[in-house]
T-cell receptor, first 113, second 113 residues
Framework: AQTVTQSQPEMSVQEAETVTLSCTYDTSESDYYLFWYKQPPSRQMILVIRQEAYKQQNATENRFSVNFQKAAKSFSLKISDSQLGDAAMYFCAYRSPYNDMRFGAGTRLTVKP | EADIYQTPRYLVIGTGKKITLECSQTMGHDKMYWYQQDPGMELHLIHYSYGVNSTEKGDLSSESTVSRIRTEHFPLTLESARPSHTSQYLC????????????FGPGTRLTVL
């Protein structure tokens, strides 16, 4: 079964600095999609960024970008110019045509003013 | 506006009561899901549905039941609530394609006294 591992239960970053959240996954499939979700305290879970496995180019959404290393099965999220509103739980997720969404255990990000 | 709704948002109830958590989506999504999540912790899939009259149990064993009589509606029922059921329940939906992310509702925070 596909597994998604987030090895950092908690991370902290200074406001305006850059932070990278790690995610690795285990799969034998070649066609799949990876996602990062954000869950702010007591607020709705929302999608931050998505990466298609067949694309070599790393996805970018404003201050959020990913480092997708397919051979290493690694999918890290980089947040640049961190803001107080970035404080949240971040979940990495995997999905394929043959397997529905699998979530990692999450990383709690704290942003210090 | 297309969205996913959950009611109630908060529920405090006594042991032994029957409760139903409502989830509705207006996006025409085939797939719907229920997750259980303790605050700030990982998501546990407890039920999912790939269409009308289709329901399956998820990875985490749950005493709750679900039904899918209409595409847009996926209620979760606890016949006899217990303190161990205290948690947050998140509903999500998605299109069938693996490219598509899951959309999450705001959640129901359940407390059983």
């Amino acid at each position: 079964a596909q597994t998604v591992t987030q090895s950092q239960p908690e991370m902290s970053v200074q406001e305006a600095e850059t932070v990278t959240l790690s995610c690795t996954y285990d799969t034998s499939e070649s066609d799949y999609y990876l996602f990062w979700y954000k869950q702010p305290p007591s607020r709705q879970m929302i999608l931050v960024i998505r990466q298609e496995a067949y694309k070599q180019q790393n996805a970018t959404e404003n201050r959020f970008s990913v480092n997708f290393q397919k051979a290493a099965k690694s999918f890290s999220l980089k947040i640049s110019d961190s803001q107080l509103g970035d404080a949240a739980m971040y979940f990495c997720a995997y999905r394929s045509p043959y397997n529905d969404m699998r979530f990692g255990a999450g990383t709690r990000l704290t942003v210090k003013p | 506006e297309a969205d996913i709704y959950q009611t109630p948002r908060y529920l405090v109830i006594g042991t032994g009561k029957k409760i139903t958590l409502e989830c509705s989506q207006t996006m025409g999504h085939d797939k719907m899901y229920w997750y259980q999540q303790d605050p700030g912790m990982e998501l546990h899939l407890i039920h999912y549905s790939y269409g009308v009259n289709s329901t399956e149990k998820g990875d985490l064993s749950s005493e709750s039941t679900v039904s899918r009589i209409r595409t847009e509606h996926f209620p979760l029922t606890l016949e006899s609530a217990r303190p161990s059921h205290t948690s947050q329940y998140l509903c999500a939906s998605s299109r069938s394609s693996s490219y598509n992310e899951q959309f999450f509702g705001p959640g129901t925070r359940l407390t059983v006294l």
